[in-house]
C-alpha cells in the first residue's frame, strides 16, 4: 500500500467536477483517506511548490494555487503514485492520453484540473503539508 497527495487545483473546482475527479479515484483502486478544502495563500503555494521556484511559471502558478479554494486529499493504494499519475495524464492536457482526467477537463498547461505527487518523497512532504496523522484515516 502507498499513499500520495492529489489536489483538485481552483480551476477543477470552478468547473465543479471535484465529485467527477473523486469518482475516478475510487473506480481505480484509489481510497480517499483524508480530504479538505483549502484555500492556500500565495506564501502556502509557494512554499508547497518550493522545487518549483526557479521556473519561469513559478509565479504564475503560486497566484492560481492560491487564487481560489482547492480540495486535498491523501489517496491510499497499491501504487497509488504512478496510478494516480496515470489517471491524471500528461501535465500539458494536449499531451495527455485519452480519457484521463486532464485530458478530458484542462484547457491549459497551467490551469489543469489536478496535481498528484510525483514520488515516495514528494508524497511525504506533501501529506504533511496539509494534514497531520490525526486527519488521515488509513
Ligand atoms: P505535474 O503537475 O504534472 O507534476 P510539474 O510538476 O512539472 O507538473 O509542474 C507543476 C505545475 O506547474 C503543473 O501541474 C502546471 O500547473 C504548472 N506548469 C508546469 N509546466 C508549465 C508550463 N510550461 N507553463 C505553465 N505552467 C506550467
Ligand atoms: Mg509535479
Known amino acids: 500500500m502507498e499513499r500520495t497527495l492529489s489536489i483538485v487545483k481552483p480551476d477543477g473546482v470552478e468547473k465543479g467536477v471535484i465529485g467527477e475527479v ?3 479515484f475510487e ?4 481510497k480517499v483517506i483524508a480530504m479538505k478544502m483549502v484555500r492556500m495563500s500565495k506564501e ?10 526557479e521556473r519561469p511559471f513559478y509565479d504564475s502558478l503560486t497566484d492560481f494555487m492560491s487564487s481560489g479554494p482547492a480540495v486535498a486529499m ?4 497499491e501504487n497509488a503514485i504512478a496510478n494516480n499519475r ?3 495524464g500528461a501535465t500539458d492536457y494536449r499531451e495527455a492520453a485519452e480519457g484521463t482526467i486532464r485530458r478530458d477537463f484542462a484547457t ?5 484540473i489536478v496535481h498528484g505527487s510525483d514520488g515516495p518523497e514528494t508524497a511525504s512532504f506533501e501529506i504533511s503539508y496539509f494534514f497531520n496523522e490525526l486527519e488521515i484515516c488509513g
Do not use: C, P
Not at 27 to 30: A, E, F, I, R, V
Not at 74 to 77: A, Y
Open 74 to 77: 491523501v489517496l491510499e493504494g
Open 22 to 24: 473523486i469518482k475516478r
Open 44 to 53: 502556502q503555494a509557494k512554499g508547497f511548490y518550493y522545487v518549483h521556484r
Open 108 to 112: 491549459d498547461i497551467e490551469r489543469n
Open 27 to 30: 473506480s481505480n483502486g484509489l
Open 86 to 88: 496515470e489517471l491524471m
